[in-house]
């Protein structure tokens, strides 16, 4: 019906090489550059860093969860804190996902019908049930600066009716979801399903973008499908949204798909990947991944990444690193996180200024020639 | 045999009231305030928390766990660091427990003789050895600022024969232990034993004056004794040992009994209590205790402790960090243990400043009266 008049994205720079862009995300919490990663903080905590370290190692916006939060501590409370900036000391932007893909993840504790999603609590198995409308409300409460509409995930292999049925529902629920959208400049996000089928995939952000989102997500990417195809879907889908707004790979990924995906015109990440990883003795380095665990580190009196500046590299070796992790110290996890999210946000800000120089594909390619040496 | 003619203690204030004081440890990593509280780091990490923030929250010395550390990673992998201070990059005092009272702790795993101990590893079954020299020679290799010697832990209850024994075992370990003190400026502290028989208690304390020890802690206490009778031995200790030096009452202990000891003429402590409440979501505040789980906290708006400038009570709420600690969020425990760190801290430093201000028994009556007070 009505075209996106209004955007909250600024274009500064396109790539003369290749999609990739730079530009300005305009929140109400703030402004975000753009190539960038979120970190994600599910359960209003991005896990083992405080507020304040995840500014300092260049976090710009981060990530909560309706779902988790709905579930606990429940949107009244959060309500009551004034929202989730307040409640978990965070004043930069928070983009909520809707729990679309928790919910998809539930299974068999979950029941999809028209109105919405019926599911059980992962927690106690108390039966709860979210809107479209609902999701947009619970968001509106949290304070939310970018609220993603609730969609209907497809797992992969999908038959194309199946797909083609979902990605109908998940229109609907769009529709239903712009409708309710409040007048507080909180920014309302559309999700492109349509599976793997690249025709399912254009006419779903065709239908997106009549409703007019302030910006774009590429959603049910990343559930297991071949890199290859992944990537594939990204362009198929891209160069269908409008290069007027922001476009978000949801869920995605490791750092090899963040350049791919820049290169293809993605705007915005998420991940859990760098924290749960951290968590699990795994550091991310531009020389490759180190597994901090492994005997050859046990005397290395060098940081993790002798290229990075991060609290962590600045101030303990991989020796130090694995003895906390094999001592299951809380501090491993702490400085793990740090680093891996460092690297990840500086992996965006390296992209960002490769973009604006007109320098993009010697980025990757540098990229790529350093991750070829071992560090070991 | 010598005389304790060089001290690394200054008194700055001897209370007019009691036996509390005030004064200066010099070490090799710069000067200490006592009364002092240390946070533990028993794996070369005080739990859930960096350097940094323990130096903000007000730590002047944090303990090591000689055992600990010469089982994980190795006395080799710490020498070949430069020391503990900079394998784990914290730059001001630390103090090392011998691994006494963590062999005693063993119990079938660990047999005492004459030549020291042997004792099966907690990791994996090796066996082990340590004598009181192997243990200085460990500590010399850490870097230790403060180094404990071996002693054996008595129980309680304990015979007199059976308390007889350990303490004459532990004086002449003492002896051998001094003989080997290395010419590097570490401090070397003997440890009182004793068991629960004053007299016993006075002729280890003038046994190891005899020898002669930069400084004398109080060992075999908060062994499980009732706390009146840990009071009375701590009075039938400190009466003995020379003014002129540091007294350390060690593995002690909750706010009350520091209150007490610093009462009864302690200057240093250790306790896991802080950190491991601050895990198990116990709270330490002026008006007493806080189990951040308890349902009443669901909606509290209020930090902690609302008398507290720590980094937590600054920028979080109760209902956050019950939040946190519900859903097992690291980031409960980092915040829970800065807080308690922080109590303990701010504690201590009030009680310096008491001191030197004459006021310690009213300073004592106040921290009573508060507590008396419910903060729920």
């Known amino acids: 019906m009505e075209s996106s008049s209004t955007s909250p994205f600024t274009l500064l720079h396109r790539s003369g090489e290749c999609r ?4 300005i995300v305009t929140t109400p919490h703030g402004q975000i550059k753009t190539p960038v990663f979120m970190p994600v903080g599910t359960q209003a905590t991005v896990k083992a860093v405080t507020p304040e370290e995840l ?3 260049g976090a710009q916006i981060i990530l909560g969860n309706t779902y988790h939060l709905f579930i606990r501590p429940g949107r009244e409370l959060i309500k009551q804190f004034g929202g989730l900036h307040s409640f978990m000391n965070w004043q930069k932007p928070i983009l909520t996902d809707s729990g679309g893909f928790q919910i998809f993840s539930l299974k068999k504790l979950a029941k999809i019908t028209e109105e ?3 599911f059980q609590s992962h927690l106690d198995g108390s039966k709860l049930f979210l809107s479209p409308e609902d999701v947009v409300a619970v968001e509106t409460d949290l304070g939310s600066d970018i609220m993603m509409v609730l969609d209907t995930c497809i797992p992969w292999p999908a038959s194309r009716e199946e797909t083609e049925n979902a990605t109908a529902l998940t229109a609907r629920w769009a529709r239903r979801s712009k409708d309710v959208k409040p ?6 996000f559309g999700i492109v399903q349509g599976g793997m089928y690249p025709e399912l995939r254009k006419q779903a952000a065709q239908e997106l973008i009549d409703i007019g989102f302030d910006g774009y997500a590429l959603g049910g990417l990343s559930v297991g499908e071949p890199k290859e195809l992944m990537y594939e879907m990204t362009e198929a889908t891209v160069q269908h949204l409008p290069e007027s707004h922001p476009v978000y790979l949801m869920g995605v990924g490791t750092p090899e ?9 993605v705007d915005m990440f998420d991940c859990v990947m760098p924290t749960r990883n951290a968590r699990n003795g795994m550091l991310f380095t531009s020389r490759g991944r180190l597994v901090i665990k492994n005997s ?3 005397n290395d009196q060098r940081p993790p990444d002798e290229k990075c500046g991060c609290y962590t590299c600045r101030n303990y070796s991989r020796a130090y690193l694995r003895h906390l992790f094999m001592c299951r110290e809380i501090l491993a996890y702490q400085l793990n996180s740090i680093h891996n999210l460092h690297y990840y946000c500086s992996l965006m800000a390296g992209m960002r200024n490769a973009i604006e120089e007109d320098s993009f594909l010697s980025f990757r390619d540098t990229f790529y020639a350093m991750r070829d040496q071992s560090s070991e």
């Open 183 to 188: 007048e507080t400049g909180q920014l309302l």
């Open 20 to 23: 990739a862009r730079c530009g």
């Open 257 to 265: 798909d963040l350049v791919e995906s820049v290169f293809r015109g």
């Open 296 to 298: 050859i580190f046990k």
């Open 55 to 57: 500014e300092q190692l």
């Open 116 to 118: 919405g999603a019926a």
